[in-house]
């Protein structure tokens, strides 16, 4: 009887855990999604952070519902191989379009990207483009 109160206590909190760190990630992505400068940096807060937000919840969920009976529940498994396999599909697809349309990133070009014109000023190197999606 002590055991099943304890082991119960330890899974309810672990659940507790699980929830409250999806629920961190999401809203950290939330906010780099609403507060970020540009569509690149914008790009990358839903697509890492809210991502593992709702794969801890899933976590979570997996767990309770494992926790309550002797049947395993592979739906929460199952949305979280959608959920892991689309979202970097998606962002590159949304990345690969933003490239194509030439948006500019407001980010600085890193140093040891740019290179000296003839005229003295920084820039980043020319895009150059196989052909294929040109």
């Given at each position: 009887?002590?055991?099943?109160?304890?082991?119960?206590?330890?899974?309810?909190?672990l659940?507790?855990?699980?929830?409250?760190?999806?629920?961190?990630?999401?809203?950290?992505?939330s906010?780099?999604?609403?507060?970020?400068?540009?569509?690149?940096?914008?790009?990358?807060?839903?697509?890492?952070?809210?991502?593992?937000?709702?794969?801890?919840?899933?976590?979570?969920?997996?767990?309770?519902?494992?926790?309550?009976g002797?049947?395993?529940?592979?739906?929460?498994?199952?949305?979280?191989?959608?959920?892991?396999?689309?979202?970097?599909?998606?962002?590159?697809?949304?990345?690969?379009?933003?490239?194509?349309?030439?948006?500019?990133?407001?980010?600085?070009?890193?140093?040891?990207?740019?290179?000296?014109?003839?005229?003295?000023?920084?820039?980043?190197?020319?895009?150059?483009?196989?052909?294929?999606?040109?």
């Amino acid at each position: 009887m002590l055991i099943d109160t304890l082991a119960d206590t330890l899974v309810d909190t672990l659940v507790a855990a699980l929830i409250l760190l999806g629920a961190a990630f999401t809203l950290i992505g939330s906010i780099g999604l609403a507060s970020l400068p540009d569509f690149f940096c914008r790009l990358h807060g839903p697509t890492k952070a809210t991502t593992l937000g709702v794969g801890g919840m899933l976590a979570a969920s997996a767990l309770y519902f494992a926790a309550q009976g002797p049947t395993p529940h592979p739906t929460e498994l199952l949305v979280a191989l959608f959920l892991f396999m689309t979202t970097p599909v998606s962002a590159h697809l949304l990345a690969k379009a933003a490239l194509r349309l030439h948006l500019r990133s407001l980010a600085p070009v890193p140093a040891r990207f740019r290179h000296e014109q003839t005229d003295g000023r920084d820039s980043a190197p020319a895009h150059r483009s196989s052909g294929r999606f040109s």
